[in-house]
């Protein structure tokens, strides 16, 4: 019985100093995949509405700066933010549960950038259904599946991404006089805007009669599978003299291939703007990117998803300017 009692004691002096060890009542709770939004929509005071913003991952530096422009129309308009994401931009079955979860705890509204055009739609569906607003951004909803399920009325705001595409990769065949092979590589083939960005990319690149694509291959959005699409490419035809990614992630993937290969004669393209492509693209080892202002769509975002709440109208399709980023414009 003395040892029982010295346990038991033990296991209660463990767990006083656990609880002494936990974040202070008025800390900001730290936003994670997966995490509950209890504690961020018990945050809010009365009257506030709360707002999610769902993206597809923060492993993406795009997504940060999304989160940064819905944060400071967080402020400008007094909503609780509550931010989202999946642990990749794969991760559609996390997504579909974020919903889910944002739904039983009642949300005011949902702001969300879809991992996939059609696998999110049905849950979607359901959460307009108990009067949840909603608003699409970066990758657009498929329009006819939406429409066969009754999902309506979503507005969406982001790029013209065929067009940036396009201009992006006039840029990469302007560079390219000779007879010249070159690799596409895109992301997630079931997003619409990885659709997009491919069909500018192959408009622009087959008005030059000497350009031949070799292969339009995916690396869903990932720096690690454009590596090895790279890699695996060059193997079977070490002529390529272009590489054009729908995405900086990707590119960079790319071109840290090339860097091992010693492959600095190849064009390299990308999408987003991020700050370690701009950086390439000064040093010249990049060619191109797409900055599709990540931080505005985030913000406009959130300020639709208040005014759809506030029962203003709101347009049916916003698209913000795309804006190409090269070393002599920089």
Do not use: H
């Amino acid at each position: 019985m003395r040892c029982k009692s010295l346990v038991w004691m033990c296991l209660t002096a463990a767990l006083f100093i656990l609880a002494g060890c936990g974040a202070p009542k008025d800390s900001k709770p730290l936003v994670v995949p997966g995490k509950t939004a209890q504690t961020e929509i018990a945050k809010s005071t009365a009257g506030q509405k709360n707002i999610a913003l769902v993206m597809k991952t923060l492993t993406n530096p795009f997504f940060v700066e999304m989160e940064r422009g819905a944060r400071r129309a967080e402020k400008e308009l007094g909503v609780n933010l509550i931010v989202k994401t999946g642990a990749q931009e794969t991760s559609v079955d996390q997504q579909i549960a974020i919903v889910e979860e944002l739904i039983k705890r009642k949300v005011d509204a949902i702001v969300i950038a879809p991992a996939s055009s059609i696998d999110l739609i049905p849950v979607l569906k359901k959460a307009q259904d108990v009067g949840i607003s909603l608003i699409n951004i970066d990758n657009r909803l498929d329009r006819d599946v939406a429409k066969k399920v009754g999902l309506l009325d979503i507005p969406f705001i982001s790029v013209d991404n065929e067009k940036g595409a396009y201009l992006a990769a006039q840029v990469i065949s302007e560079r390219l006089t000779n007879a010249a092979d070159v690799l596409v590589i895109e992301g997630i083939r079931s997003a619409k805007n990885a659709q997009e960005r491919s069909a500018g990319t192959l408009r622009a690149l087959k008005e030059k009669p000497n350009i031949r694509v070799i292969a339009v291959d995916t690396a869903n959005w990932k720096i690690d599978e454009a590596y090895e699409v790279t890699k695996r490419r060059f193997v079977q035809n070490p002529s390529i003299a272009a590489v054009v990614c729908g995405n900086d992630m990707m590119a960079l993937g790319a071109l840290r291939y090339l860097r091992e290969a010693n492959r600095s004669d190849v064009v390299v393209g990308g999408f987003d703007a991020l700050e370690e492509a701009r950086k390439a693209v000064n040093e010249g080892r990049m060619l191109v990117t797409v900055d599709q202002q990540a931080e505005m769509q985030g913000y406009q975002g959130v300020k639709m998803a208040w005014q759809k709440i506030s029962a203003e109208p709101v347009s049916a399709e916003t698209l913000i300017d795309v804006k190409l980023v090269q070393k002599s414009r920089n």
